[in-house]
């Protein structure tokens, strides 16, 4: 799986309870990384680990179960800038990330080692172990860091760019290429396909290796009835001059996808998503439980396993 | 006043109660620093800022008032050592002191903000922007960092040597010399003199401004009826063939003390620390509420005022 934050996270809750967790191997977006405090953080792999590990604020999608934010509200005192929501056992894995990558382990390195503390044992890796960072350029903002944009800015503003700074130098983490050829599936989960599964197709050789492995690939439409699940999706998608539908998704991986998942409430879609050489599948598709994780996992294992 | 933990903390309580805290300038111990989670943490330091700013836990004298431990407690999942009690909210201190030290501010500068932010308006100066780490080498078990050896050990095993690592290659900081020289009063706390004052003793220049100051100083015995009034200085002193009394501690200053406060059980010894060329005060000195920390400062400024 591609995976990106919260979307990700619940259709790997399903997969995860389906299959053994040797079996699945996790590439995560890494664009949405960033530095507070002088911590970095990597809000898609945690929200990654926190939920496979059943730690995960159920309320939010991320973050952890029942934390406070003690931390945070001293850190008040001292910067003027915590609008980020970190946690106080939530700061614990910053920390950790932050000392061990100062003490030269890769971001993988760091990774894995994060996902074993929390007893998973999937393969979780990072798209890279170099900086990539997602820029939002907004009318009269100039260019956002990703969290500034969604968080601070609550993704306000009309979109001009997606720029992912660094991606031209980094190369994509050891394992990431090879997962994907030698896969028997890849999916997509139903994360924004601009700025959690982009980041990762930008990288030298993913789209390659996409096109090009025998695995069979799904996706599934973070638009359902003309609205992003999540997030502002389907306002990037309209100031790009991008379709707000599933078709406008497909659009973008139609180069490799196999099979396009999409809600039973955007079933008139099909026939166009077919036209661009994709199976459709329509089912229900929000996964607010952890059921209907499963219920959409098995659904996707069953038509690319077919 | 040169500061260690807790006793300077509860005497500077008493003092910042009778003066303008313009008028108080604090020179702390940073022997006792270390990093912890690759956190610079800086206990001396920080404690003289939570009692003066009243937010010290009260049944510590360290630590943050009704603190919790939630990271502490997720940070045992990365980390097999979790045994320095950093609680939440004083986290926040030493992920901000780390980020600015990282980001090339010196000890001076970031105490400055430290205590600024708490809304402080006395002068605290580390003894030096250097590293000085205090070492405690023990039988059997070798050199031991401070903290390992007090916190860890719980200060246990016979003391052979103990060792101000880098005070050779170490300067005071900016600030330092200059407040003992133009002082009117210099006020040591009945703090450790070997582990607590010892690391700022050793610094170049410092000991030869306390001689040579036109201050008047003063000292406060930390031993008490033969025990120290909190951690193992008894231990130490006579595993180094020291005396376990004022005389012990009054010998250690006598090339600069003016002054020598000791305890009422302690009167006997009065006549022996008047031979070595003091003053003699006796008075109450457990500071154990904040009425009698501005007593025995009380008592302090009168005797050296006079």
């Known amino acids: 799986m591609l995976a990106g934050g919260v979307g990700a996270a619940r259709l790997l809750r399903g997969l995860h309870s389906l299959l053994e967790p040797r079996q699945l191997t996790i590439i995560g977006n890494t664009g949405d990384d960033d530095t507070f405090f002088g911590l970095h953080v990597a ?3 945690d929200t990654v680990v926190y939920t496979l590990a059943g730690r995960v604020a159920p309320q939010y999608g991320w973050g ?4 406070r934010f003690a931390c945070l509200d001293a850190l008040g005192r001292y ?3 915590t609008w980020f929501q970190l946690g106080d056992a939530d700061l614990a894995t910053h920390i950790f990330r932050t000392d061990a990558l100062r003490h030269g382990q890769s971001l993988s390195a760091v990774t894995r080692a994060i996902a074993a503390a929390h007893g998973l044992k999937i393969t979780l890796l990072p798209m890279s172990d170099e900086p990539v960072r997602t820029f939002i350029h907004v009318d009269g903002r100039g260019a956002l860091p990703f969290q500034a944009y969604l968080v601070k ?3 306000r503003g009309r979109v001009r760019k997606i720029e992912f700074r660094g991606a031209r130098r980094a190369s994509p983490a050891p394992g990431v290429l090879r997962a994907i050829r030698t896969a028997d599936i890849v999916v997509l989960p139903p994360s924004n396909p601009l700025v959690s599964i982009g980041p990762i197709l930008s990288l030298a050789g993913v789209r390659h290796a996409l096109r ?3 695995a ?3 996706a599934i439409s973070p638009i359902v009835a003309g609205m992003a699940i999540k997030g502002p999706l389907h306002r990037m998608l309209r100031a790009l001059g991008r379709e707000v539908s599933p078709v406008g998704v497909a659009q973008l991986y139609k180069d490799f996808v196999d099979a396009f998942v999409i809600d039973r409430r955007d079933a008139q879609h099909a026939a166009r998503i077919r036209a661009l050489g994709m199976r459709v599948v329509v089912t229900e598709t929000i996964m607010s ?3 209907k994780s499963r219920a959409l996992a098995a659904a996707v294992l069953q038509e690319v396993s077919a």
């Open 43 to 45: 809000p898609d792999l």
């Open 64 to 67: 952890v179960r029942n934390d």
């Open 79 to 81: 910067y003027a800038d």
């Open 153 to 155: 800015g609550r993704g």
């Open 212 to 214: 090009t492995t025998r």
């Open 216 to 218: 069979r690939i799904a």
């Open 289 to 291: 439980t952890p059921a």
